[in-house]
């Protein structure tokens, strides 16, 4: 594994970020073990999960499946970044009062996810939320329950 | 000993929807999960696994891995501590602790075989590749039928089993018992319609999104600390002291929050492998996260099996007999969810005469784990199946025939125990009256067709262990600590049961789970056990808070204990006008004698069983065989709902399990024995784009064995679905599929050939 390690700048949540990293490493794996980011979570490291959904230059990818040195120059954000000085994004404040989440390991996924929605389509149906978050999987609410809260979301924002 | 209580009406607390405690570290990517734990110096250890099913290791070389630039250690099951005293290990924990590292022989494809411990994940890996081990390869075991074979190939060589009571040896049918009741055999003469069916169901997953992982640090003075991924913390500190030959008092497991269970992570894989690796690398605290297809293939399925249920009614409408065969397939060592299946299969249902046979077979797929209502889905699949089917035949209304029939209080389950007060016909006649059942199915595409069907489930729930203690801060809050893993809402729905015993508001109790050597043992989150159990614990816990600050009121007033009441919060004296809430008694109490503490242990022996139905309406295209629920009634008797938002998120969460398990789900096994769809790819989950919304509706009849009424809410919901829908198939094909899962593929079977 003698490689050599590569120099990634980057932004991340609106903050310049640097950090080295091996050529394999995935954009997960930098976010959690590199840059200390452990809101973005590994359900299954081949993108079927949805459980490490970031947005990358205003595209919603699966972080396991995107190697951390594609991020040089590039724009990041993570769950971490959704909340600000004031308070709870619209997307987290409606989970927690629509009961959205139940373990919560899936959250952080779907909110990066639905934020990605609703930046570009303000006012989704019901049906495109569901056609939009049927990459990310919840086994515990039935999405029901989420699909409530990034309506409410939308209505509230 | 059983206290009855009364069901009170009125609650301030109970039954309102606070936004939980965790819920702010949840949306905001704080929460620490087991994967997130750092500590200094933290390396990593990998897992080598088993390619075959079914093999005798000749030999294991690790020399090469040891070798390797980055590794800290390479161990085998030798390096086990109990392992160097075979002869003298409890069976049980033997086979627990060869299923975490094999023995001599491997018995499924997944199996660990060596783990290695590196200054990476990545050399971990690339280090594992490194090991050579040598096998045999034997014929593998692959369901029910084959274990039971002539001559089939045995997993367990040295099994000593029990076959109604005497000891077999050279089987897979790792036990043999039988519930009895009345004269099933003789009484089916007296039966004036019988009807007899055969199925058969394969393995699934519970398929939580956050894999196992354990983090362990085994130290230079012998103290184990862990944090893993589980439904309970205290089993993983038992269990990893057992196989390390440690005293418990020298392991601490430590709390993380866990990212889904639903009874699969009940069992212990990683926290023994990575503590030898973190005493074998020099005492650096390692990690470990087992990659999807390793828990897919190495942990928790539930057991798929074979079940034949005979049924016997009257003209009258009485079932007058029932008899079961249970095979269930209990994995690579013995422990499916037999036990319980047998007694949930018949026990909705008053029958005078009853035969349940059960077998715990041995076949080459990981050892079978909980999943939610452990044995119920499958037993009830096959039963509600027969009893659609004789209602169809007798041509009798399937909601009322089951009315006539349903368990009650006195009824006998097969098991023998007769039932305190339990609320089935109650959920029968809020299924009888819902809107669902009383509109049409919803047709809107004439080239597709609809059908409903209808099914019942049963859980016993569970009590067990809890422990709860309670701290009256100087600023009137409440701190509160417990021992139950949290893995949806349970914080606050305990929390809410000890503002409502001391006349708060939610908002002013603060939980915390801490490690096992701060709390007292708090069994396994598991069995819908936490809200019933933990929440009584809670509840004593703030009566015994109560009588504590009544005698501090007593020494502020200058007034005698008895002469002091308390109500919603107040403490009021009999004989003066005196009157003060918590929150002024907490600033006045230290000169009282300190600060005031209770803590309340509790061990229920007994649950309130919990009784549900599923209604369900699909859509079938009879081109492709492609199969939705396009509407879904989930009715539940919850006894009481505490948290009614999380109660009603854990029966439209079980509902969409049990659909997910009857449509989609399944282990599919090659001829080798191995699993060929290990990735969320391949084994296909309900997504949002395959649920319509589930609705629910919660019958309240109280347990009287609970405070406040709780039977425990989240395994029922899973029953029901399986029948519901194979009695949907039935109702829009005219045929029944009888096994599962119920694929497009076997739907088109049944359209095709009527």
């Known amino acids: 594994m003698a490689t050599d390690k590569i120099h990634v700048k980057t932004t991340i949540n609106g903050r310049p970020e640097e950090f080295l ?119 515990c609410t039935g999405y029901e329950n989420i699909i409530k809260a990034v309506k409410k979301a939308a209505e509230n924002s | 000993m059983t206290i009855n209580f009364e069901s009170k009406k009125k609650y301030n607390v109970i039954g309102t929807n606070p936004i939980r405690h965790d819920g702010y570290d949840k949306v905001t990517g704080r929460a620490i999960y087991g994967a997130d734990v750092k500590l200094p110096g933290l390396i990593w250890g990998e897992v080598l696994r088993s390619p075959y099913a079914h093999a005798r290791i000749k030999s294991i070389d690790t020399s090469k891995a040891e070798k390797m630039d980055g590794v800290f250690a390479v161990i085998t099951s030798k390096d086990i501590p109990i392992n160097k005293n075979r002869s003298g290990i409890d069976v049980n924990l033997k086979r627990d602790v060869d299923n975490i590292l094999a023995y001599e022989k491997v018995l499924y494809k997944g199996h660990p075989v060596a783990a290695v411990s590196a200054a990476d994940r990545n050399t971990a890996k690339e280090a594992c590749k490194l090991i050579e081990v040598k096998y045999e390869i034997l014929e593998p075991v692959k369901n029910v039928d084959e274990a039971i074979a002539k001559n089939a190939p045995i997993l367990l060589e040295d099994i ?180 319980a299946a047998a007694v949930c299969c018949l026990a909705c249902y008053n029958i005078p005469n009853i035969r349940v046979d059960a077998y715990d077979v041995l076949v080459n797929k990981p050892k079978s784990a909980a999943y939610r209502a452990p044995g119920s889905p499958q037993v009830s699949f096959a039963v509600e199946s027969v009893i659609d089917e004789i209602c169809e035949k007798m041509t009798w209304d399937k909601i009322d025939f089951r009315i006539a029939n349903a368990s009650k209080e006195g009824t006998r389950k097969p098991d023998g125990v007769l039932y305190h007060k339990i609320g089935f016909i109650e959920t029968l006649e809020a299924a009888k009256n819902s809107d669902h059942w009383n509109s049409k199915i919803d047709k809107k595409d004439k080239n597709k067709i609809y059908g409903r069907g209808i099914a019942c489930g049963y859980w016993h729930n569970g009590g067990n262990r809890s422990t709860v203690d309670l701290i009256l801060q100087d600023d009137g809050n409440i701190a509160l600590n417990e021992g139950s893993a949290d893995i949806g809402g349970t914080r606050t729905s305990i929390s809410m049961q000890v503002a409502e015993t001391l006349g708060m508001p939610v908002e002013s109790i603060h939980p915390s789970i801490p490690d096992t050597d701060k709390i007292g043992f708090t069994a396994t989150t598991g069995g819908s056990r936490t809200t019933y159990a933990t929440g009584y614990a809670g509840w004593e816990a703030a009566n015994k808070l109560i009588e504590e600050m009544k005698k501090r009121v007593s020494i502020l007033w200058e007034e005698p204990e008895e002469e002091i009441d308390f109500a919603d919060g107040n403490f009021y004296s009999k004989k003066s006008d005196l009157k003060m809430n918590i929150e002024e008694l907490a600033t006045k109490i230290n000169p009282t004698g300190g600060p005031v503490t209770s803590t309340a242990s509790v061990n229920l022996s007994a649950a309130g069983n919990g009784f549900g139905i599923g209604i369900c309406d699909l859509e079938i295209d009879p081109h492709t065989g492609k199969t939705d629920v396009i509407r879904y009634t989930a009715v539940q008797d919850v006894g009481k709902a505490i948290y009614p938002q999380y109660a009603e998120g854990q029966i439209r969460g079980g509902a969409v399990q049990g659909i997910g398990w009857a449509l989609n789900e399944e282990y599919y096994i090659e001829k080798d024995g191995t699993m060929a769809n290990t990735s969320f790819l391949d084994y296909r989950m309900p997504t949002a784009l395959d649920m319509p919304n589930i609705d629910v509706i919660m019958v309240e009849v109280a347990n009287p064995l609970h405070p406040f009424g709780v039977r425990g809410v989240g395994e029922v919901p899973i029953v029901p679905p399986l029948a519901a829908v194979g009695n949907a198939i039935k109702d829009a094909t005219g045929s029944r599929i009888y096994s599962t899962p119920m694929k497009p593929r076997k739907i088109l079977e049944v359209i095709d050939n009527g």
């Open chain 1, 21 to 139: 990293t091996d050529p394999y490493v995935s954009l997960l794996d930098a976010l959690r073990e590199i840059v200390g980011l452990t809101g973005s979570k590994e359900g299954c490291l081949d993108g079927n999960c949805g459980a490490c959904t970031v947005n990358v230059n205003g595209r919603i990818v699966d972080s396991c499946l995107v190697l951390a040195a594609e991020v040089d120059g590039q724009k990041v954000e993570t769950v971490e970044g959704m909340a600000s000085a004031d308070g709870l994004h619209p997307l987290q404040q409606a989970f927690l009062e629509e009961a959205a989440l139940q373990c919560g390991i899936c959250t952080p996924g779907f909110l990066v996810a639905s934020k990605g929605l609703l930046d570009n389509e303000p006012n989704p149906s019901e049906g495109r939320i569901r056609h939009w978050l049927a990459g990310n999987l919840c086994r």
């Open chain 2, 160 to 339: 000593e089993a029990d076959h109604l009571g005497k000891t077999v040896n050279n089987t897979n049918i790792a036990k043999h018992f039988r519930h009895e009741l009345g004269d099933a055999n003789n009484e089916f003469k007296n039966s004036d319609y019988i009807l007899e069916k055969e199925f058969n169901l394969q393995m699934v997953h519970q398929g939580y999104i956050e894999p196992h992982n354990a983090t362990a640090h085994w130290d230079e003075n012998d103290h184990l600390s862990l944090w893993s991924s589980t439904q309970g913390m205290f089993a993983v500190r038992d269990l990893t002291a057992g196989f390390l030959d440690l005293p418990i008092s020298k392991v601490t497991s430590n709390y993380v929050e866990i990212g889904g269970g639903f009874g699969g992570k009940t069992k212990v894989y990683l926290p023994p492998v990575a503590a030898i690796l973190s005493k074998k690398s020099g005492h650096k605290p390692v990690k470990i996260i087992m990659d999807r297809i390793s828990v897919f293939q190495g942990s928790g399925p539930a057991p798929g099996g074979k079940i034949i249920v005979k049924i016997g009614v009257t003209n009258e409408g009485k079932i007058n007999s029932g008899a079961v065969d249970i095979k269930l397939e209990a994995g690579a060592y013995p422990g499916s969810a037999i036990p």
